[in-house]
């Protein structure tokens, strides 16, 4: 069986806020008919959708959902998209691609779970342009749909409010039926 990377599952700083409209810290509840999730968001997301390579060759669309909190300079996206049946995926090569795009480094692992679902949270340090910044992911694998949840924030504003939004963003995550 192929394997695949999820080098292609990475958002990257400035890909995806460039043209965003800054939003304020009002949380507010998405829902996603078609990715089947809810999440809490802090200020309405803005949705696209774009087609990554995986390490396979093949293509693979992906729908995000992303929002930036400009009061306390915070990015917050969700992605997913759907694994071909030929394709299997490996957390730790998740991890790897992760960790190679955004050329960081790895402060913190563990596995974690959404109801029968196996998953995994992430802490990693990243440069970008001569600054900082500290990237908190869980992805998971539900069936073969693949789920990343992203924050990212200047290293200097990590700490104890940058812990209380990540739990309040990430623990908001559910999983939804289709209607």
Not at 18 to 31: E, F, P, S, V
Not at 36 to 57: C, V, W
Request: glycine residues 6%; charged residues 25%; proline residues 4%.
């Amino acid at each position: 069986m192929k394997r695949t990377s999820t080098t292609a599952l990475v958002l990257t700083v400035a890909a995806f806020l460039c043209g965003l409209q800054a939003q304020t810290a009002d949380w507010t509840k998405y829902d996603s008919p078609e990715g089947q999730y809810s999440i809490l968001f802090p200020g309405e997301p803005k949705l696209s959708t774009q087609e990554a390579t995986a390490a396979t060759g093949a293509k693979l669309p992906q729908y995000m959902a992303i929002s930036v909190d400009s009061k306390n300079e915070t990015f917050y996206s969700v992605l997913y998209f759907d694994l071909p049946s030929d394709m299997k995926f490996s957390f730790n090569d998740g991890r790897d691609g992760i960790l190679n795009k955004v050329k960081g480094t790895l402060i913190s692992e563990k596995a974690i779970s959404i109801e029968d679902y196996s998953g995994r949270e992430l802490k990693i340090s990243a440069p970008n342009d001569g600054a900082e910044y500290i990237v908190r992911a869980r992805f998971y694998l539900v069936g073969t749909r693949i789920y990343l949840l992203q924050l990212l924030l200047d290293k200097s504003a990590d700490g104890p409010i940058a812990d209380d939004k990540s739990v309040k963003f990430f623990d908001s995550f559910q999983l939804t039926k289709a209607k």
